[in-house]
T-cell receptor, first 114, second 113 residues
């Protein structure tokens, strides 16, 4: 079963605007990661936030994590046409067996119009 | 160059045939994963392996089989038992440990004709 659910499913903005995507998940996690996928290609890792962290920055990316609400958000500031892609959150669920499987959501398709 | 390579990029299969997708990595990663992606959908985990000669079923393992005889290689066989195999298949690898990022191949698009 998919652990994460991204919201919205699709987002269209103008270049220069900020883009915010949200992710909700179901079970306790070790960490949450965000990935990007260009159409028809593999995924690329963007950022990882641990369960004891609340906010993390990397360049134009800002990720927040609220473990009490089981949710995360990804903010891309000053978006560019090259940011057009699908964005996925992925979680590593906490399990007794210590499984390290990475579980993905359905993604948000972002379109940045020039 | 270090990386993870999937081949072929496009694959066509006749109904009733088994087909094997290749995934090779030279990143010295212990963990490897196979995901299936359908149009407009997220990634669903088929199988994963955290060490050579060991692998676990993911959420949609029925109709698929894998082997992990070498650290570098994690081939996926789509068997005739898989009722709807047309999809985009992604292989990934990473270091052991929960706080590791996954590195993805470029995917294989399988079509049943």
């Amino acid at each position: 079963s998919q652990q994460g659910e991204e919201d919205p499913q699709a987002l269209s903005i103008q270049e220069g605007e900020n883009a915010t995507m949200n992710c909700s998940y179901k079970t306790s996690i070790n960490n949450l990661q965000w990935y990007r996928q260009n159409s028809g290609r593999g995924l690329v890792h963007l950022i990882l936030i641990r369960s004891n962290e609340r906010e993390k920055h990397s360049g134009r990316l800002r990720v927040t994590l609220d473990t009490s609400k089981k949710s995360s958000s990804l903010l891309i500031t000053a978006s560019r046409a090259a940011d057009t892609a699908s964005y996925f959150c992925a979680t590593v669920p906490l399990t007794q067996g210590g499984s390290e499987k990475l579980v993905f959501g359905k993604g948000t398709k972002l379109t940045v119009n020039p | 160059d270090g990386g993870i390579t999937q081949s072929p990029k496009y694959l066509f299969r006749k109904e009733g045939q088994n087909v094997t997708l290749s995934c090779e990595q030279n990143l010295n990663h212990d963990a490897m994963y196979w995901y299936r992606q359908d149009p407009g959908q997220g990634l669903r985990l088929i199988y994963y392996s955290q060490i050579v000669n060991d692998f676990q079923k993911g959420d949609i393992a029925e109709g698929y089989s894998v082997s992990r005889e070498k650290k570098e290689s994690f081939p996926l066989t789509v068997t005739s038992a898989q009722k709807n195999p047309t999809a985009f298949y992604l292989c990934a690898s990473g270091h052991r440990g929960a706080e590791t990022e996954a590195f993805f191949g470029q995917g294989t698009r399988l079509t049943v004709v």
